[in-house]
């Protein structure tokens, strides 16, 4: 009865690869992002969807898309997979409160990608 | 933008020490303010937060109080245990549910 929980938990694959990393969240939330951990632990968002609608696109190659069949699901998928693209990737959902500032967020356990 | 500074680590103290990170954010409104700590291995969990000026957030003897005045929102604990040793975020969330984290701090406590 995981909250957040994204899958696979490691993934190891060769450059010029296509992978995806599934993330669920049982929560009822409304809002789901992807996080990008690197080596030095620098937390940066990637992307965030709020009821399937994509709401925070920040400066992510095009190689990575997002994609939200329904609001309790956000998976990402990633082109032509390349050296620098080796990190933990983090899925969250939080709670949309409307009319404040916005609520926690709720981490998976990450998923750590090895580009070789 | 929204942005958080918090100071560089690595952090390290002898237990029963007294710990302080300092953490200021740049943020348009009135941000929530949050401390997430990831222990290793795991993901981020939340540890605290504060949701409007003078509040204070507290959990497992961690204390953190949101002033706007000098737009910070540092985390102090009296006496770390060598289970405090983790990874420490300081983030803030707007409106549109827009989390910005700090560029962490990792702690060591040492015996």
């Known amino acids: 009865d995981t909250a957040v929980s994204q899958t696979p938990k490691y993934l190891v694959t060769q450059m010029g690869n296509d992978k995806s990393i599934k993330c669920e969240q049982n929560?009822?939330?409304?809002?789901m992002y992807w996080y990008k951990q690197d080596s030095k632990k620098f937390l940066k968002i990637m992307f965030s969807?709020?009821?399937?609608?994509?709401?925070i696109n920040e400066t992510v190659p095009n190689r990575f898309s997002p994609k939200s069949p329904d609001k309790a699901h956000l998976n990402l998928h990633i082109n032509s997979l390349e050296l620098g693209d080796s990190a933990v990737y983090f899925c969250?959902?939080?709670?949309?409160?409307?009319?404040?500032?916005?609520?926690?967020?709720?981490f998976g356990e990450g998923s750590r990608l090895t580009v070789l | 933008g929204n942005s958080v500074t918090q100071m560089e680590g690595p952090v390290t103290l002898s237990e029963e020490a007294f710990l302080t990170i300092n953490c200021t954010y740049t943020?348009?409104?009135?941000?929530?303010l949050f401390w997430y700590v990831q222990y290793p291995g795991e993901g981020l969990q939340l540890l605290l937060k504060?949701?409007?000026?003078?509040d204070k957030g507290s959990n497992k003897g961690f204390e953190a109080t949101y002033r706007k005045e000098t737009t910070s929102f540092h985390l102090e604990k009296g006496s770390v245990q060598v289970s405090d040793s983790a990874v420490y975020f300081c983030?803030?969330?707007?409106?549109?549910?827009?989390?910005?984290f700090g560029a962490g701090t990792r702690l060591t406590v040492k015996p």
């Open positions: 969250a959902s939080s709670p949309t409160i409307a009319g404040a500032s916005g609520g926690e967020l709720f």
């Open positions: 929560l009822g939330h409304d809002t």
């Open positions: 969807y709020n009821n399937k609608e994509l709401i």
């Open positions: 943020a348009t409104g009135y941000p929530s």
């Open positions: 504060a949701t409007k000026a003078d």
């Open positions: 983030a803030l969330s707007d409106r549109n549910n827009d989390m910005r």
